[in-house]
């Protein structure tokens, strides 16, 4: 599992005086309900898209139910579901984050510069979700249409029940990846310790190989796609009767 | 002349012999809807002990009888408002029609109380209907996303349901028509598979901190419910405090499902009964009575079970087989063009009849309720439907306050427990309410 | 239903400072376990032959003084009785098993939590900043400690069902999760001659740790073992007077994150009880694999 170097608090920035200035939040001294209230009511409305917090100190929720085009820092590690729910903003954590880390994200784009602990973008339906170091077990549970992409490596469990989208893994994944698999397609660049139920590899073609290149663009990274293998559902799971037939 | 030897076991019994012998030629376990079928000690096990000389009935029409009902008052800054204490649990769309929610939305609306969503996500003929709707939050997430948190009016956290607590949803593929395909982002046909726990917690020191995302989603406003399966009740309501529920919801046994193993329901979870008298034990222990509220389900069927629920220390009941006989379940017939146009055949297609008809994992129910095919699915017009749901509501409500009155109640949530007795020994003991005409509560007080 | 937290002073300079440390990550730890707390301590030992016996009188008034006086005069060796209010330590060169056996006699309102030459153990119902408080607990030093918050789940909140649970001599174990089949394995251990004193399933598991060590496994192997005989969910955290221990199950749902630099380690459920700690901007931080042992030796 990666370890993270000391994430420095922000000092606030120098302000240029065509841009809103930035927002800054300390938690040592805001209050949480504060910091969020700010963000899903005013932040928008005051045209201060810009947005830093101190001191997160493991906090959870933090920024969590965002809906509109923010850009928010976080400079520290956080606790559960940082940017959970999250529609349309941007959400950088330079840090760790705890369990949950954009559950359930509709859109916009979560960024996590150390690691992520477990059930990293559980049941993520939009968006970008960029772990640059491990991410833990059930990476991607759940999935439902996110694209996530994993710097590092992933724990075990890593999209069950992945229903729909794309997970890009540069690193290794441990025990039973895509385990019970619906229409997700995981993309993983080392060794796979085993696969899950109905899950297999399989070839990559062109769009996979887009796919992979476009991904990796958007998170910053530079492997070639081609060094990435396919793993898909072997659907034999998706009806239960299919024994039926066979009467005595 | 001969006699017949027609002597039936009760072990091996007609039932068990087809049940064996399906599963002889099927390699599979039967699945099938509505909930448990065997009898088990519940409600009609116990009786009310009314106005005599020395307590005084109210008059029926002329002295009030307040039915008011609020729940989720211990963070919310807005707590649902009912205008009874009967409520209509959680189904899915999927398991039910879109129709039917709408049925279920309207007759919920002009009584005042609430509908709930169940594990398929949040329709837009519900929310449009139902003037109070509780969006449930499970295991799966089909369907769940932040717009429609932001659009309900409490959120409830499924942790199990009474028919199959420890178990996932169940949808089969007959059921998954593009739809509810589209909404629980599954492939069009696919038997789904359902996970059992949700994905990003477990345990309630991690359900503490859920909760309160929840919460900080909605900024505070919305009441937090919990939902549980009834299995170690006195402990879960106790955990479920613990973790910052505003409203606990318990769902007994009996409670019915659209599809799971019939083996999970019938022998699965601890009948209403019990499972209510530990969770107002809990509720008491930790000196919560009246802060958190209790919601109770799983088979309530009449006024008088909701009398006896409200005794028992019930602050609602959520009803949910009841109300989907009341729009035709198990009817003979389906109503088109204001008439009654006979159903028979088509439960006799599925091999069962009127009375007895539990198909609803079929998906091709004879009057249109658990369906999602175009066809059967006009056999439920959703303003008859909310009509007679309306009336079987307005009803229940009706027996309710008669036996409050009759009790010498003007507000029903004054029934108590004392108000109560029991038929036979289990009831007394689950009940925890003595035997009729003895003060003896079996396991609490001697004889 | 729990929060747990560990610490290792590697620089011992700091020990003097182990308990000051752990208090906020124990407080940390509240919304995880309001009930009721607990924390071993390991100090520096007592010399052979003495051991250390922690005693806690619940909510019975013991005249610690009284009780020395007793022991004194009806068992033979040199006494001492340190008292915190209704937690005391008695350090005494007799063979333990013949206190506990006296004391279960003469002072059965007395419960013996601990038995050792570094542990020392504290558990009581209540709020855990209460609790850090009634005990003192930021006066506290010593080389390591294991500590917990309970919210209640299958046994009642009484202080017996606290943890640590210990065993044997200077170990102990808390537990995050839940444990599926502890009715077998006390089935299987009482049999053998271990005794349960409560139903908590942690206890279960702190009882086959015992037994297996009983059987001559180190701890590794026992806990080796306990990845098949021990059903369930668990993150555990275990003491011995010269180690800290963690592992987690294979499905890892039960949180914890270890805080690492070259003067502590530091261990929680949360990350949130480690933040404030010296220099943790510059700590190695990692979650534990599952089914991987990690441990730290004094």
Known sequence: MANMTAPEAVKPKPVATERPPAKLFDLARDKLRDLNLFLHTRAALEGAPHIHVNNPDGAHSVACGLNANLDVHIHGHVGYYAAGMNQLASVTIHGNAGPGVAENMMSGRVHVKGFASTAAGASAHGGLLVIDGDASLRCGISLKGADIVVGGSVGSFSAFMAQAGRIVICGNAEDALGDSLYEAVIYVRGEVRSLGADARFEPMNETDVAAVSMLLDRAGLTHSPKEFRRVASAKSLYHWHADADQEY | ?447 | MCGIVGLLIKRPALRDQLGALMVPMLVGMTDRGPDSAGLAVYTAPVPEPSHKLSLYSGANQVDWSQLLLRLAKELEGVHEIAPTGTHAVLTSATDPDLLVSWISRHAPAIAVLSIGQSIDLYKDVGAPADIAERYQFKSLRGSHLVGHTRMATESAVTPAHAHPFTAGRDFCLVHNGSLSNPHLVRKKLEPLGIRFETDNDTEAACRFFEWRLREGDDLRTAVQRGFSELDGFFTFLMGTDQELLIVRDAFSCKPAVVAETDDYVAIASEFRSLAHLPHIKHATLFEPKPEEIYSWRI
Request: charged content about 20%; overall charge neutral.
């Open chain 2, 1 to 447: 002349m001969t006699t017949l030897a027609l002597e039936e076991s009760a072990g091996f019994d007609r039932h068990t012999i087809e049940y064996i012998q399906r599963a002889a030629a099927s390699g599979l376990y039967e699945i099938r809807g509505l909930g448990a079928k065997r009898r088990v000690p519940g409600f009609d096990d116990l009786l009310f002990l009314a106005a005599s000389l020395s307590r005084y009935p109210l008059e029926g029409y002329r002295e009030r009888c307040s039915t008011k009902t609020v729940l989720g008052t211990r963070y919310a800054s807005r707590p649902i408002e009912l205008a009874i204490p009967i409520t209509i649990a959680g189904m899915s769309f999927g398991a039910l029609s879109a129709r039917v929610k709408e049925a279920l939305g309207r007759a919920a609306t002009e009584l005042g109380t609430s509908t709930t969503t169940g594990d398929g996500g949040m329709t837009s003929e519900e929310r449009n209907s139902s003037k109070t709707l509780v969006y449930q939050c499970l295991p799966s997430r089909y369907g769940f996303n932040p717009d429609d948190v932001r659009r309900a009016d409490a959120i409830e956290i499924v942790i199990g349901q009474g028919a199959k607590p420890g178990g996932g949803g169940m949808l089969l593929g007959q059921k998954v028509n593009p739809r509810v395909a589209r909404m629980r982002t599954l492939p069009e046909g696919v038997d789904q598979r359902s996970a059992s726990r949700h994905p990003d917690w477990t345990g309630p020191d991690d359900l503490v901190i859920k909760i309160k995302e929840l919460r900080e989603i909605t900024d505070w406003q919305k009441p937090i419910y919990v939902k549980v399966g009834a299995t170690r009740v006195f402990n879960d309501v106790k955990l479920a405090v613990h973790a910052g529920a505003d409203v606990i919801v318990v769902d007994g046994m009996q409670g019915g499902t659209a599809a799971t193993q019939t083996v999970f329901i019938e022998h699965v979870g601890i009948p209403t009964l019990a499972a209510l008298r530990q969770a107002v034990d809990a509720l008491d222990d930790l000196n919560m009575r009246g802060v958190v509220q209790l919601v109770i389900s799983g088979g309530i069927r009449s006024g008088a079970d909701v009398a006896k629920a409200l005794a028992m220390g019930a602050d609602a009941v959520a009803i949910g087989q009841g109300v989907l006989v009341a729009l035709g379940c198990n009817s003979d017939t389906y109503v088109s063009k204001d008439r009654h146009i006979s159903a028979v055949e088509d439960y006799a297609k599925l091999g069962t009849a009127p009375g007895f008809c539990h198909h609803c994992h079929t998906g091709r129910c004879p009057v249109g309720v658990t369906t999602q095919d175009p066809e059967l699915e006009l056999r439920l017009d959703p303003m008859v439907g909310a009509k007679r749901l309306k009336n079987y509501l307005k009803t229940v409500n009706m027996e309710l306050t008669t036996i409050a009155r009759a009790c010498g109640k003007q507000v029903v949530h004054h029934l108590e427990k004392e108000d109560l007795v029991a038929l036979t020994v289990e009831a007394a003991a689950m009940a925890g309410i003595p035997l009729a005409g003895t003060s003896w509560i079996p396991g609490r007080t001697a004889l």
